[in-house]
């Protein structure tokens, strides 16, 4: 079934509950589901950016950041500065003085790298897996892991199509869709996609595609 006509079906029966006495009632749990549906289909683009924006911003303030001046910052500047505008995507980066092995990408264009990871690849090998996270922004594969960061914490109520939502969650909201995100998995689709945005980013600027295996 088209979106569209999903859309226009579920409308349809909520306006009917609220205002035709209808003789089937679904209950309060039921109604609440439905518009969740809803709202999960109509999250845009921008709402996704917006809300990424947001926690990305909480998690920076929770986790302990690189300087300008350490030399994991000063190593990303060097192998990826030049690639922040990768794909016309406007990317911004930061080190997390952790010893997890880890890396991620949101919606806003926000790539956040683990020194972890830093340390156990060299640099060819770091470009793949961040050529791997930014094909999931390029293929907005993170759009969907918000929408299903946001039905994990059950904050699809707290969110809308409206911008004045993402300023009224409270930082522990913020911090729920953060961790959400985290444990967000991509299709197997996704990541086969995104792998290969990764190799032809790897091809097109001449570095070592042998990287990306």
Known sequence: MKIKSFLAIALLVILNISTANAQINLG????????NGVASFTFSNEDAAKLSKEAVRKMDSTNVVAGPKDGYTLRLNRIFGKHA???????????????????????????????????????????????????????????????AA???????????????KVAKLTDSQLGQIGNAMLDSKHSRKQESEADTFSYDFMKKHGYDVNAVE
Not at 28 to 35: D, H, I, M, S, V
Not at 150 to 164: G, W
Request: hydrophobic letters at 45%.
């Open 85 to 147: 505008s990768e794909n016309g995507l406007a990317l911004n980066y930061k080190v997390y003085l952790t010893k997890d092995v880890n890396a991620f990408a949101t919606a806003d264009g926000s790539v956040r790298v683990y020194s972890g990871l830093m340390d156990i690849m060299d640099d060819n090998q770091l470009l793949a897996v961040i050529g791997h996270e930014i094909g999931h922004v390029a293929n907005e594969d993170t759009k969907d892991a918000m929408k």
């Open 28 to 35: 309060e749990k039921a109604l609440g589901a439905l518009q």
């Open 150 to 164: 946001l039905r994990k914490a059950a904050l699809i109520d707290a969110v809308s199509s409206q911008s004045d």
